[in-house]
């Protein structure tokens, strides 16, 4: 496990693969580059022929090259992707050639050298350090090559004369000697290391990027604050390759102290869990350790630590006496730690217990410094978010607390004071008394119908798409019963795929749509009527009641310019991204027609 996660760790840091789309955009460009710089060689050739020697050959093969250009601009464009194969074969081909030219130019040092440049930045685009002064030694040795057999073989007096003769070429054999191509050579090599160095800082950067990227992706406000801090924090572990992590964390205001553990496991999924922990914790694992980040790994009881600020730079150590306790408690050989602050909230540590770093260390403290800096703001805003929900499930308790105080209750304590004088009444004049029981009953059956309606929408529903229909059926027919208003629902699906949350949300859609009629419309039928197409859902509830205050058609966003519609409504069918139309004749009726995208995620409730 462990040389896995260390293998992981490497490719990680230093062989993060560029996505297609950007190799492709890479390689398009560097066809871009090198016609443009064929294109100007030719140019300057025609200003100044005398840099070609008058040889035929050496206009060939610049032609050549351009035509070159031309066919791997062409095949760039043609082609979805770029594969290794086609990207090697093309640099080997970049590298060969301006050594190739040289030897028709006057020399190395010629304007052509900017084609050896171009090999070299090539290089550093596609790949990295050791990419790129490989690159820039196989160009020194092909030149040291060409050296060799123009010197001593091709400008020898039993050379290869007449082929010479026959090219028509000059060969400005001066610039192909040793004392010459020494300092080309080591030129070369340091502009290789230099370019190296800059695209293997940006391959960093990159792979950087995307770990971050990665691991703030894993915060979901669906998930939960646990379920958040289980996914990060697996991936840190299995990233550093940690046998175990521990977050401390203290609330600024009531210095309660949160203890949460995850370790690392061979094969299914760690879980992360939270431990019993009391005030006298933040001692341990919160007081006085070295820094903001830090490194700390023991021989007995000698300690190496290595600490840093929260700008990255290094601090001493002053003492290692919180490292010590904290290995009395939590034994280990190796630990680094970085601490957070969430919005002036909470403070805390977030501890690896035995992580494999590997290079500088330093340069990995200052990255997870700047990882838990980045990630920290995500974890925060799913926990306010989590917090919010709580106060907003609060306020919906307490509201209901309140309709039933103001409602029913006062209601039905009307109700029997009512009833007591009609008992104090009922001696005297008995003929009144049956108007009066009979209005009281037709209150009573009010409040019960109210009451129901409560229980209906504080009652959680648990249904899915194959107990949507019969759920919607009864609810239109228990609707019938209870009011005495005409009530069908009809529809032409016999199976039904919807998402869990989208069936959740338009059954409570119709019970709000119902309650509306029978409280605001007066209406004496209501239709609910749902059919679906390959690409939306349709909802629909239809009353011949007195309608909303407005004459006409009105879709979502009209109904919040002008402030009118069911609100409750809207905000359900926002949850689900769905859009509202409303119709309405006042006297006539009103139409609500719901449609609901196929396809659209729907973001799951706590």
């Known amino acids: 496990m462990r040389l896995q996660t260390n293998h992981y760790r490497f490719l990680w840091r230093s062989q993060a693969e560029a996505d297609p789309s950007e190799t492709r955009r890479i390689e398009r460009w560097l066809a871009t580059a090198r016609l443009f710089l064929a294109f100007s060689a030719l140019v300057a050739i025609r200003m100044d022929p005398t840099q070609l020697g008058y040889s035929w050959a050496a206009y060939g093969l610049l032609g050549f090259y351009m035509g070159n250009a031309i066919g791997i601009m062409m095949l760039l464009r043609r082609r979805q992707q770029s594969t290794f194969s086609f990207r090697v074969l093309v640099h080997a081909a970049d590298i060969v050639w301006p050594a190739f030219i040289s030897i028709f130019g006057e020399g190395p040092r010629s304007p052509f050298f900017l084609f050896f440049v171009f090999v070299l930045a090539a290089a550093a685009y596609r790949w990295g350090l050791w990419e790129t002064l490989g690159t820039a030694a196989v160009e020194v040795v092909l030149l040291w090559v060409e050296s060799f057999f123009l010197l001593h073989v091709w400008l020898t007096p039993g050379g290869a004369l007449p082929w010479r003769v026959l090219a028509g070429l000059r060969v400005n054999e001066t610039e192909f000697e040793p004392k010459r191509l020494f300092m080309l050579s080591i030129y070369l090599l340091v502009m290789g290391l230099l370019l190296g160095y800059l695209a293997e800082q940006q391959k960093h950067l990159r792979a950087e990027k995307a770990i971050v990227t990665r691991i703030l992706a894993k915060a979901r406000v669906e998930a939960g604050l646990t379920g958040t801090l289980q996914q990060i924090f697996s991936e840190i572990v299995r990233m550093y390759g940690a046998a175990r992590l521990l977050i401390a964390a203290q609330e600024t205001r009531s210095r309660r102290v949160f203890l949460g553990e995850l370790r690392g496991s061979n094969g299914a999924s760690p879980e992360f869990l939270w431990l019993d922990s009391s005030a006298r914790d933040a001692k341990l694992y919160l007081d006085n350790f070295p820094g903001d980040a830090c490194y700390a790994s023991s021989d007995g009881d000698r300690w190496s630590t290595i600490a840093l600020d929260r700008d990255g730079n290094p601090v001493?150590?002053?003492?290692?006496?919180?490292?010590?306790?904290?290995?009395?408690?939590?034994?280990?050989?190796?630990?680094?730690?970085?601490?957070?602050?969430?919005?002036?909230?909470?403070?805390?540590?977030?501890?690896?217990?035995?992580?494999?770093?590997?290079?500088?260390?330093?340069?990995?403290?200052?990255?997870?410094?700047?990882?838990?800096?980045?990630?920290?703001?995500?974890?925060?805003?799913?926990?306010?978010?989590?917090?919010?929900?709580?106060?907003?499930?609060?306020?919906?308790?307490?509201?209901?607390?309140?309709?039933?105080?103001?409602?029913?209750?006062?209601?039905?304590?009307?109700?029997?004071?009512?009833?007591?004088?009609?008992?104090?009444?009922?001696?005297?004049?008995?003929?009144?008394?049956?108007?009066?029981?009979?209005?009281?009953?037709?209150?009573?059956?009010?409040?019960?119908?109210?009451?129901?309606?409560?229980?209906?929408?504080?009652?959680?529903?648990?249904?899915?798409?194959?107990?949507?229909?019969?759920?919607?059926?009864?609810?239109?027919?228990?609707?019938?019963?209870?009011?005495?208003?005409?009530?069908?629902?009809?529809?032409?699906?016999?199976?039904?795929?919807?998402?869990?949350?989208?069936?959740?949300?338009?059954?409570?859609?119709?019970?709000?749509?119902?309650?509306?009629?029978?409280?605001?419309?007066?209406?004496?039928?209501?239709?609910?009527?749902?059919?679906?197409?390959?690409?939306?859902?349709?909802?629909?509830?239809?009353?011949?009641?007195?309608?909303?205050?407005?004459?006409?058609?009105?879709?979502?966003?009209?109904?919040?310019?002008?402030?009118?519609?069911?609100v409750i409504i809207k905000e359900r069918v926002r949850l689900i991204a769905g859009e509202l139309t409303v119709e309405s004749n006042p006297g006539q009726g009103t139409r609500l027609e719901i449609v609901v995208p196929r396809g659209v995620e729907v973001p799951n409730e706590f």
């Open 316 to 566: 001493p150590t002053a003492s290692t006496e919180p490292l010590r306790r904290l290995k009395d408690r939590e034994p280990f050989r190796s630990l680094t730690t970085v601490s957070f602050l969430f919005g002036g909230e909470w403070g805390g540590r977030v501890f690896l217990f035995d992580p494999a770093l590997q290079g500088d260390k330093r340069e990995e403290l200052r990255f997870l410094l700047d990882l838990i800096r980045q990630v920290g703001p995500a974890v925060y805003n799913v926990y306010l978010l989590h917090r919010l929900r709580r106060r907003a499930s609060a306020a919906e308790r307490a509201r209901f607390a309140r309709e039933l105080h103001d409602g029913a209750v006062q209601s039905l304590i009307a109700v029997e004071m009512q009833v007591d004088v009609l008992r104090r009444q009922a001696a005297n004049s008995p003929g009144a008394i049956s108007s009066e029981l009979g209005r009281i009953q037709g209150l009573l059956r009010d409040e019960v119908l109210k009451l129901r309606e409560l229980m209906q929408q504080m009652k959680s529903i648990d249904v899915d798409s194959s107990r949507f229909l019969s759920v919607l059926t009864d609810t239109v027919e228990r609707f019938e019963r209870e009011t005495g208003i005409s009530a069908r629902f009809v529809t032409d699906i016999e199976e039904l795929d919807m998402p869990q949350k989208v069936c959740r949300e338009l059954v409570r859609i119709v019970q709000e749509g119902l309650v509306n009629v029978r409280k605001h419309s007066k209406a004496r039928h209501a239709l609910i009527r749902l059919n679906c197409s390959p690409s939306r859902w349709n909802l629909t509830l239809e009353d011949d009641g007195k309608g909303f205050p407005f004459s006409g058609r009105l879709s979502h966003a009209e109904l919040d310019q002008i402030g009118r519609g069911p």
